[in-house]
């Protein structure tokens, strides 16, 4: 018989294309199953428990910790014992870095590797284990998923480390590693090995182009919690997000700071981000962003230069440029100013992203103070979401950004024209209500 990988629909042929949800290359050839018994045929009672008297102070029930304090928050505390975990992220990132520094830190981990060799993993694990530092860390180098399995259910580890499930060949599914019945075979495996085990188990995924996690969706909803490892290769900031988290937030962003040693905790981003600042320049406004329940500090960057071609250009790092016209439209129609006639070029500092409309001003400000060719003293720190009719919105946890701006010395803030406003001791609140006011004493 072949089945449908995507819709499990049966057929006695093969052919290139499912003709009951249409998906290409999807039939693969599975045994014939008997017809099973149907429901109320006189089979046995899965046996009950009483939730009530599980103590979750066991021993068998205490998180294990990564010792690293931000990545634990991002976890809800740690790794919850026969949790199945994703960790996703692009080539070079570093997955296989953090992953290792959890191992050492696990003591009595096994790493399972399909891609690279026990020498090639040794060098890594005595680099970031420095030179007295110890580990206890078992290794197998193998791509078939019958011995992993076998390895992990026969000796128990501490924390088990699998990378990468496109690897993994499943001895039941005929088909290449890292097909979509191979990566939902072996996931379902590993889950049901933690459960049975209680041993943890961090599986490292790949991911597209577009930046999401490869392979069917249904890979994210069977484990316990999705992390991703986000950042630029050339850049040495990395953030580490949770996106399902079955034991805890899904609020919590750690920013991690790639080093010799591995990937290091950053206490204060804000201040790392902003301790490179220039001298003031036209077309620079800092604004406060919220990375979770984190509220960071970073520099928007604006240039313009006058257009030598029929149209202008515009271009933006960290920003959508579609949010970007919208802004140019605004700053056009309504101010009067000349955006058509130039070419407008925004950055955010740092790699990180302007997604949130708390940044519209800031960005607004920018590119004003650049036509201007004015200045915006480096005291004064600005978010608000711009409408399209000029007026600034109030956005969500002002309180936290205010105080985050208090926290770096910011003696100025524009923000959003409402009431409530939180109370700062040394941080001077100018109500905004539309942009047309801030671009007046801009342009003075």
Same mark, same amino acid.
């Given at each position: 018989?072949?089945?449908?990988?995507?819709?499990?629909?049966?057929?006695?042929?093969?052919?290139?294309?499912?003709?009951?949800?249409?998906?290409?290359?999807?039939?693969?050839?599975?045994?014939?199953?008997?017809?099973?018994?149907?429901?109320?045929?006189?089979?046995?009672?899965?046996?009950?428990?009483?939730?009530?008297?599980?103590?979750?102070?066991?021993?068998?029930?205490?998180?294990?910790?990564?010792?690293?304090?931000?990545?634990?928050?991002?976890?809800?505390?740690?790794?919850?014992?026969?949790?199945?975990?994703?960790?996703?992220?692009?080539?070079?990132?570093?997955?296989?870095?953090? $992953?290792?520094?959890?191992?050492?830190?696990?003591?009595?981990?096994?790493?399972?590797?399909?891609?690279?060799?026990?020498?090639?993993?040794?060098?890594?694990?005595?680099?970031?284990?420095?030179?007295?530092?110890?580990?206890?860390?078992?290794?197998?180098?193998?791509?078939?998923?019958?011995?992993?399995?076998?390895? &992990?259910?026969?000796?128990?580890?501490? #924390?088990?480390?699998?990378?990468?499930?496109?690897?993994?060949?499943?001895?039941?599914?005929?088909?290449?590693?890292?097909? $979509?019945?191979?990566?939902?075979? $072996?996931?379902?495996?590993?889950?049901?090995?933690?459960?049975?085990?209680?041993?943890?188990?961090?599986?490292?995924?790949?991911?597209?182009?577009?930046?999401?996690?490869?392979?069917?969706?249904?890979?994210?909803?069977?484990?316990?919690?999705?992390?991703?490892?986000?950042?630029?290769?050339?850049?040495?900031?990395?953030?580490?997000?949770?996106?399902?988290?079955?034991?805890?937030?899904?609020?919590?962003?750690?920013?991690?700071?790639?080093?010799?040693?591995? #990937?290091?905790?950053?206490?204060?981003?804000?201040?790392?981000? #902003?301790?490179?600042?220039?001298?003031?320049?036209?077309?620079?406004?800092?604004?406060?962003?919220?990375?979770?329940?984190?509220?960071?500090?970073?520099?928007?960057?604006?240039?313009?230069?006058?257009?030598?071609?029929?149209?202008?250009?515009?271009?933006?790092?960290?920003?959508?440029?579609?949010?970007?016209?919208?802004?140019?439209?605004?700053?056009?129609?309504?101010?009067?100013?000349?955006?058509?006639?130039?070419?407008?070029?925004?950055?955010?500092?740092?790699?990180?992203?302007?997604?949130?409309?708390?940044?519209?001003?800031?960005?607004?400000?920018?590119?004003?103070?650049?036509?201007?060719?004015?200045?915006?003293?480096?005291?004064? &720190?600005?978010?608000?979401?711009?409408?399209?009719?000029?007026?600034?919105?109030?956005?969500?946890?002002?309180?936290?950004?205010?105080?985050?701006?208090?926290?770096?010395?910011?003696?100025?803030?524009?923000?959003?024209?409402?009431?409530?406003?939180?109370?700062?001791?040394?941080?001077?609140?100018?109500?905004?209500?539309?942009?047309?006011? $801030?671009?007046?004493?801009?342009?003075?």
């Amino acid at each position: 018989m072949f089945v449908c990988t995507e819709c499990k629909s049966r057929s006695q042929k093969w052919s290139g294309k499912c003709l009951n949800c249409s998906a290409w290359s999807s039939l693969v050839e599975a045994p014939d199953e008997k017809k099973k018994k149907g429901l109320g045929g006189g089979g046995s009672a899965a046996p009950l428990v009483a939730l009530q008297d599980i103590s979750a102070s066991a021993p068998a029930h205490a998180r294990l910790s990564t010792k690293i304090a931000s990545v634990d928050e991002v976890l809800g505390g740690g790794i919850v014992p026969g949790s199945l975990v994703l960790l996703a992220g692009e080539p070079g990132i570093g997955k296989s870095t953090i $992953v290792m520094q959890i191992a050492i830190a696990a003591r009595g981990a096994l790493y399972v590797s399909g891609e690279e060799s026990a020498d090639q993993v040794s060098l890594r694990m005595k680099r970031l284990a420095g030179p007295g530092g110890k580990a206890d860390i078992k290794f197998i180098g193998t791509t078939d998923f019958e011995e992993v399995y076998n390895a &992990i259910k026969t000796h128990r580890p501490t #924390l088990a480390i699998v990378d990468s499930v496109q690897t993994m060949r499943h001895p039941d599914v005929p088909s290449e590693p890292g097909n $979509v019945a191979q990566i939902r075979a $072996v996931a379902n495996a590993l889950m049901d090995l933690a459960n049975q085990t209680g041993v943890p188990i961090i599986l490292i995924g790949h991911v597209t182009k577009d930046g999401s996690v490869a392979g069917p969706k249904t890979l994210e909803h069977l484990v316990d919690v999705v992390i991703a490892l986000e950042g630029e290769r050339s850049d040495r900031l990395r953030f580490m997000r949770c996106f399902k988290n079955r034991f805890g937030p899904t609020d919590e962003v750690a920013v991690l700071e790639m080093l010799e040693n591995g #990937l290091q905790p950053v206490a204060d981003p804000s201040g790392l981000l #902003l301790q490179e600042r220039s001298l003031p320049v036209p077309g620079t406004v800092v604004t406060c962003l919220m990375d979770g329940n984190r509220p960071i500090l970073v520099e928007i960057q604006a240039l313009t230069t006058r257009t030598t071609f029929g149209f202008p250009q515009r271009r933006a790092v960290g920003v959508d440029t579609g949010r970007l016209q919208i802004l140019l439209a605004v700053l056009g129609r309504r101010m009067g100013l000349p955006v058509d006639q130039f070419d407008v070029f925004v950055n955010v500092v740092g790699g990180l992203s302007a997604d949130e409309p708390a940044a519209d001003l800031a960005i607004c400000m920018a590119i004003a103070s650049a036509l201007a060719d004015k200045t915006i003293p480096q005291t004064v &720190i600005a978010f608000g979401e711009v409408g399209l009719s000029g007026e600034i919105r109030r956005v969500k946890n002002m309180d936290k950004r205010l105080k985050e701006a208090e926290r770096q010395g910011f003696k100025f803030a524009l923000v959003p024209a409402a009431k409530n406003f939180p109370t700062t001791k040394t941080l001077k609140l100018t109500p905004i209500a539309d942009i047309k006011s $801030v671009l007046e004493k801009i342009e003075k």
